[in-house]
């Protein structure tokens, strides 16, 4: 019950904050898997390329959902399927740059620039991973907050 309150709090926001949190976290990955076999990664080049990669991610995203906004689809009810896979394809492949950069010769400071998109996305993408599977969802929670 609290894992679908977690989740509904995410995907039942307005578009712009949920482009902001899927901008943010796909930087994040994306850093630490380019980053992942760099020994001292330049702060710099981390940060600009979490913020590159963010904005163009982000701004896909929230064009996205603005245009499904258009053909009918209400803020604050059970988001379409696209938004369910790529919420849970940002979230696996975060893990799997966690996992990269812990075994490659950045270690864990690099892969715990992966911890922010795994702990924030997961209460949406494993809802997600579950309606993909063609599994029922528990039932739609109210996430007034």
């Known amino acids: 019950m609290i894992f679908a309150l977690l989740a509904a709090y995410l995907t039942k926001r307005p578009p712009p904050i949920q482009a902001l949190v899927v901008g ?53 009810t059970t988001p379409p399927r696209w938004v369910a896979l790529a919420y849970s394809a940002v979230w696996v492949l975060s893990l799997v740059a966690a996992v990269t950069a812990l075994f490659g010769a950045g270690g864990l400071p690099v892969a715990v620039l992966a911890v922010v998109p795994i702990v924030l996305l997961a209460p949406p993408a494993l809802l997600g991973i579950r309606t993909l599977l063609g599994r029922s969802p528990a039932p739609d929670v109210d996430a007034r907050g």
């Open 24 to 76: 943010l976290c796909t930087g994040l990955f994306v850093a630490t898997a380019a980053e992942a076999n760099q020994r001292d990664p330049v702060i710099a080049s981390v940060v600009l390329l979490v913020l590159t990669v963010g904005a163009v991610a982000g701004g896909a995203f929230l064009l996205a959902l603005k245009t499904q906004v258009r053909r009918g689809w209400t803020v604050g």
